[in-house]
C-alpha cells in the first residue's frame, strides 16, 4: 500500500511557532501574487506551438538534469534514463521504465529540491495523492499521462493556470526569434520575452565561435571581421531583441566574473586574434572580461539589464560530455572572485545609476564578503537571487541571512526560477516565497522588523522587486 | 500618522521560547555591565573640548559610511548628502534637507543593523517614540536638535550616561596625544585611551609615507633614514603613547595578513628601498609584513597587545576616492589567508606567552577554517570579535557558531565596537550581549553548557574579556 | 560544594518544541544500534593484548591534542602536562599533577565537544556525578583511577560494552599487522579491521621516504628501485592487508586533493626523482598526485574503498614539531580546492561504479560548492563525515544543511569517530546520532519529510551506510 502524498500548508516555515505564526501571516498575503519568472530556459516553442507535453518520464526526467544527474550518481547509467547520445547510439526508449527506475529509487532525492518540486507539480497539477514509489509506479504515470493528453494541460493553459503575470526565455543573438514573433502574432496574451545571451559570439572557446561570427555578420550586414563591425552587429541583435523579443535583460555566462577594460586598438587587436583561433586560454579569458565591459557600455546606452552567472565549470566530465553533450549535470561550481575580477568594469562605468548589473554566484562565501559590500555600495550593482544549487530552502535562507545585513533588501531582485522545466515554476516561486516569509517572520518574531514592514518587504519579494529591476 | 517606535525587550533574542528564556535570564544579569570599548575610532577631542555634536544630520548620516552609502547605492548622490568634496565644490549644506533624504529611503536599512542602531540612539537617547519617515522627518529632526543644545547631551555627559568605564580611540605614531593629554589634565574623569596605529609610517603605499617617515624623525629625534633609527623611532612612540596617551594596544589595518622574517640585512636594504619611493608592490607588502614582525617583538619588550584587522581592499572605488576621499563606503572584504601568511612571525614568536596577537576577519570562511584552529593552539593569538559588515546580529551568530567549537570562548576577547560614531555605541554593545546571550541560551536550552556556566561567559564576554584582553 | 554532572536525554537535539519531539523519537529508534567506526586511529595493540588502560590522566589528557592544545593556547606548557619530549627531557611525571591542571582550566573547553566527550566518558563509563573542578580533582582521579584497573575496564570488555560491531584502525603497508593476527587468532570475537594508510611510502616528503621504500622493498621482495616494481610492492601489501587485517578501505593524508594522471613514462622518470631525494615541492606534490590515481587504479582492481583526507597544513608550528613531534594539535586547515584538483583522477576513472572514493575536507566552503555537486554526479564519489575539527555539533549541522540539499543523503557514509581516544567512541556516535536526528526533526517539523522517510534516513546514516560504504 502506497503513503499519501500531501502539502503541508506549513511546509518550509521555521519550526519555531513564534516565527511561523508570522510567516503565515506573510505567506497569506503573497501566494496568490502572479509569477513574474524575468529570468529562464523554458522553450518559446512551447507557447508557440502549443502542443501537448509528452509522456511523464520525458517531461519529468529525460531533460531535467536535477534529476538523472542524481540517479547517475548513484550508478544508474543515463542510456538507461533515455538520455540521449550524441552518436545515436541506443538509450531506453520505453517511458514507463524509466519512470519505473525513477520511482525506485524516489529515496535518493529525501531532503532535496528536485523531491519538493515534484511533489508540487505530481499534487497541484495533476492531483497525484499517492507518495511515488515502486509498487504505484505504473499508476502515477497512467494518471499523470493521461492529463498530458487534454487540452487544460498544453502549455498555454499551464502557463494561465500557473498564473504567469511575464516569463523571459534565453536565446543567442543569432535566434531570429521565431517562436516569440509567432507568440506575439497568435493573439494569445501570454506575456513571453526573450534575454539575449550573447555566451556563443562572445567567448571565443564557445563551440562554433568562428562560424557564429560569420553567421551574426550575415544576419545584421555588419563587418564581424573588423572589432568595430563586430560590436556593431552586437549592437544591431541587441535592438532586434528588444524590438522582436521585448527583451529587457542580457545575460552572460562565463567561468569567472573577470572583466577588462582594454584600449581600443588593445581590444581591437585580441579580436583579431580570437576571430583567427588562435589564441591561449588567458587571452580568451581577457577577451571574454573586455565584451562584459562592452556589454555594460551598451547597457548604459539602449537600457537593457545585466546579468552575470559566472563560476561554473561547465561540463568537468569530458567522458560524459562525449557521450551525451553538454548540460548533463557535470556541471561544478568554482570559487568565484568578484573584487579584482569586475573592477575593471566597475571602474569604467560603476558608478552609473543608468547602468544595472544583476550578479550571481555559485559561491557562497561571496554573498557577506563581496557582493553585499559590493551591491551595497555601488549603485550600478545588484545581487540575483541564490541560484542553481542553491535555488533550493537552505540555500535560499544561508542568502538572506548573509546578504541583508550589509546589503538590505532593495538590492536583491527578488526570485528567478532560471529553469528549463515549466513544471516546476509555480513550486520554485512557491518556495522563495515560503522561505523568504519563513526568514522575515523570525526577524519579526526576534523584533528587527515591525509586521507592516516584513508585509511590504514580503510583496516586494515575491513581485514588486523583479519587475523592477527586470524593467517589467 | 507615523507609526510608534519601539524597542522591545527581548529583540534578538531567538525566536524559540526555550532558548529566549534563558537568554532573558542571562542578559538581566549583564545588561548593565559597564561598557568596555577597547577599540574603535571616536574623536578624542569631542572628550577633551567637551562641544555639543552638531545637528541630527551632520551627526547621524553626513560621516557614517554605513549610512550614506546604502543611500549612494540606490541612487542618491553623495553631494545631495552633504559628504564634502575634496575640491571643495557644491555639497548640500542645508542639513535639515539631507535628514529628509534619509528620512525618506528608512525602507532601503530594513534587516539592516544600521536600522537598529539608529532605533536605539533615537528612542534611548533622544526619546523618540515615531519611526521615522517622510512625514515626521521635520518633527523628529527637531526634537534631536533641541536636545543636542543641552549640556546633558554634550560628550562627557554622554559617555557617563552611556555607562562608558574605559574607551579606546586610535591614533598615528605622529600624532601629538594634544587631546588625550588634555583631557587628562582637565579634571574629568572619564577614561580615555589611545592605539598606536602605524600604517601611515609602516606602509609604504600609505599617502605621504616619505614624509611621514621625515615627521617621525623629527619629533623623535631619531635617524629616519636608517633601518635602526627608524625601528628606534617607532619604539620610542610607543613609549611616548603609553606614558601620555595610556596606550595598551597597536593596530594594523594592512591589505592582507602577510608576515615576513628577514634578516636585519635584508630588511634594512628592503627599509632603503621602499623610503626611496622606488618599490613594487611586491616589496611594498613584504616591508608591512616585516613590520608586522618587528611590532610583535616590540609587543614582547612593552607589552602592547596588537591587534590586525586585515583584508580590506580600501577605496575600490577610483571615481569617489577622487572626488570624496577615502572612508566613504567603498572598502570592500577580500578572501583572506592567516595559515601561510601569519608563519614567519608564528615561526619567530608564536610560542610567546607574552605575545598577544589579536586576529580580525573580514572573510568569514577563515574563522572555523584558519582563525579557531589557529588560536586553538598558540599561546600569542586570540580571536577578535565579529568585525565591521559582521558587526550585526547574524554576523556574531555565525562568529560564535564557528568559533566556540575549536577556540572556546577564552580566545575571544569579548566586544569591540570599532566606530566612529559615538551615539551608537550603547546600542553596538547591546546588540552584542544580546546576541551572545542567545547564543549561550540556545547552549543551555540544548544542553550543551549548564546554566552557571553561560552566566559566567555572559559576564566574560560582556566584559571581563575585554578588559584582561587589552590590559585595561 | 562540586555541581552535579549529568547528561540531560534531550541534548544536542534542537530548541524548538516541535523540531525536538521528532528529533527524540528518531533517536529512541537508533540511540542503541550497535556502533560501525569505519575510520579510526584506536591502537589495535590494546585489542590485542588487553591490558588495563593506565590511569586517568595519561588516559584522557597526555595523548588527546584536542585537550591539550587547548591548554597549551592558554598558556599552560606542554610539559606541565606530561607531553614526552622528543629529546627526552623533563616533563611532568606525575599523573595527579596533570589531572589537577586540567581539572582547574575546565572554562576553557566550555560550548566544545571535548567538554561533551568528556562528561559522556566520565558519567557513562565511570558513572562520575560531579562535575570536574579544582576542588574535586584528586576524588574524581581516583574513581576513575580505581575502576581502570578492573577487569570490566579492559579494551576488550570495553568494546563490547560499547557495542562496537566493527573497528577499523589505520596501519602503514610497512606493518606487519601482528596485532591484528594477534587478535584474530586469540578467538576473541571482536571485530577488528585495518585500514591501509600508505602516506610513508607515497609522500616523498615524509619523514623516511627512502628507507621506507627499500623497507618496502624487502617486505614484499619486489624492486622498489623501479616505477613497475614499487606499484607491484604497493598491490601486494595491499592483498596482504586484506588478507590478513580484514582490510576494506584505504586512506590518503594529502596536504591538498592534487591528482595527476602522467604518462607512465613520465610517471616513472618522476619516481625515479622522488626516490632520490632531490626533488622539488611541486614535483613532491606531483608524485602524491599521481599516486592518488594509481591507487584509484588498484581500488578498481582489488575493491578496496579510497578515503581522501586533503587539506591539513601539518605541523604549522617547527618549535613544537622539534620538541615535541607531530600530532601537537598543530595541525591547521587550509583552502582546499577539489574541482581543479581532483579532475586528472576523475577524468581517468570517474565513471567508474566499481570505484568508490570518500572525500573529505577541512574547508567547510566546500561541502556546498564542490563536494555536493561532485559527489551528486560522479558514481565514484561520496562524500565523508564532518570532519576533525567539525566534528561537533554545528560542524555536524553545517555539514547536513550544506550537503544534503545537492549530494542527499545517500552520496554520504554515516559517521566516522576518526579517533585514537577509545573512550570518546561512544560519546562521538552518540553526538552524530543526535545531531542528524535532530537535522531530520527539522526537515519534518517544516514538512520536508516524512516521518517514516526521516526514521529510514536515521537508521541508514546511524548504521547501514556506514556499513555499506566501507563494504563492512
Known amino acids: 500500500m502506497s503513503l499519501p502524498l500531501t502539502l503541508h500548508p506549513d511546509r518550509l516555515f521555521p519550526a519555531d511557532e513564534a516565527s511561523r505564526a508570522v510567516a503565515r501571516a506573510l505567506y497569506a498575503e503573497v501566494k496568490d501574487l502572479p509569477i513574474v519568472s524575468p529570468h529562464g530556459h523554458t522553450d518559446p516553442r512551447w507557447y508557440a506551438e502549443n502542443e501537448p507535453f509528452p509522456d511523464p518520464a520525458t517531461l519529468f526526467i529525460v531533460p531535467d538534469h536535477y534529476v538523472f544527474r542524481m540517479l547517475y550518481s548513484q550508478g544508474v547509467a543515463l542510456e538507461d534514463l533515455g538520455v540521449p547520445r550524441r552518436d545515436g547510439g541506443p538509450t531506453e526508449q520505453d517511458s ?4 519505473r ?7 535518493l532525492f529525501r531532503g532535496t529540491p528536485s523531491a519538493m518540486w515534484l511533489a508540487h507539480a505530481f499534487h497541484e ?13 505504473d499508476r502515477i504515470y497512467d494518471q499523470i499521462d493521461a492529463q498530458l493528453k487534454l487540452p487544460e494541460f498544453r502549455p498555454r493553459a499551464l502557463f494561465e493556470r500557473f498564473n504567469i503575470e511575464v516569463i523571459a526565455t534565453t536565446e543567442s543573438p543569432l535566434d531570429e526569434l521565431k517562436w516569440h514573433k509567432q507568440i506575439k502574432t497568435s493573439g494569445w496574451q501570454g506575456r513571453v520575452l526573450t534575454a539575449y545571451r550573447p555566451d556563443p559570439v562572445v567567448d571565443p572557446e564557445f563551440p562554433g565561435f568562428a562560424e557564429n561570427l560569420v553567421e551574426l555578420g550575415r544576419i545584421t550586414g555588419e563587418d564581424t571581421t573588423s572589432w568595430r563591425g563586430y560590436l556593431a552587429a552586437l549592437e544591431t541583435r541587441r535592438a532586434y531583441f528588444r524590438e522582436h523579443g521585448g527583451c529587457t535583460s542580457t545575460d552572460h555566462g562565463h567561468p569567472t566574473a573577470t572583466t577588462a577594460d582594454l584600449s581600443p586598438k588593445v581590444a581591437s587587436d585580441l579580436f583579431d586574434k580570437v576571430r583567427s583561433g588562435s589564441f591561449t586560454a588567458h587571452e580568451a579569458e581577457l577577451f571574454r572580461g573586455q565584451m562584459l565591459t562592452e556589454m555594460a557600455r551598451m547597457s548604459i546606452e539602449d537600457g537593457l539589464v545585466m546579468q552575470i552567472h559566472p563560476g561554473s565549470f561547465r561540463n568537468h566530465n569530458p ?4 557521450k551525451f553533450g553538454r548540460d548533463k549535470g557535470a556541471d561544478i561550481p568554482t570559487a568565484t572572485n568578484y573584487v579584482h575580477a569586475l573592477k575593471p568594469l566597475l571602474d569604467r562605468f560603476g558608478n552609473e545609476t543608468r547602468l544595472s548589473i544583476i550578479l550571481f554566484t555559485l559561491d557562497e562565501t561571496s554573498y557577506s564578503r563581496e557582493l553585499a559590500p559590493l551591491a551595497g ?10 541560484w542553481w544549487f542553491y535555488d533550493s530552502p537552505e540555500g535560499m535562507r544561508r542568502y538572506r541571512e548573509l546578504v541583508t545585513e550589509t546589503a538590505g533588501f532593495y538590492n536583491t531582485v527578488g526570485f528567478n526560477d532560471d529553469t528549463r522545466a515549466f513544471l516546476s515554476i509555480p513550486a520554485r516561486h512557491d518556495v ?17 522588523l515591525d509586521l507592516d514592514e516584513a508585509q511590504a518587504v514580503a510583496r516586494d519579494l515575491a513581485h514588486g522587486l523583479a519587475k523592477k529591476a527586470y524593467k517589467l
Open 96 to 99: 514507463r521504465k524509466i519512470w
Open 101 to 107: 527506475i525513477f520511482a525506485a529509487n524516489q529515496h
Open 125 to 137: 497539477v495533476f492531483g497525484v495523492r499517492e507518495r511515488l514509489d515502486a509498487d504505484n509506479a
Open 319 to 322: 567522458g560524459l560530455l562525449a
Open 377 to 386: 555600495h555601488y549603485p550600478s550593482l545588484k545581487i540575483g537571487p541564490a
Open 432 to 448: 522563495a516565497r515560503r522561505i523568504d516569509c519563513g526568514y522575515l517572520g523570525r526577524l519579526v518574531a526576534e523584533h528587527r
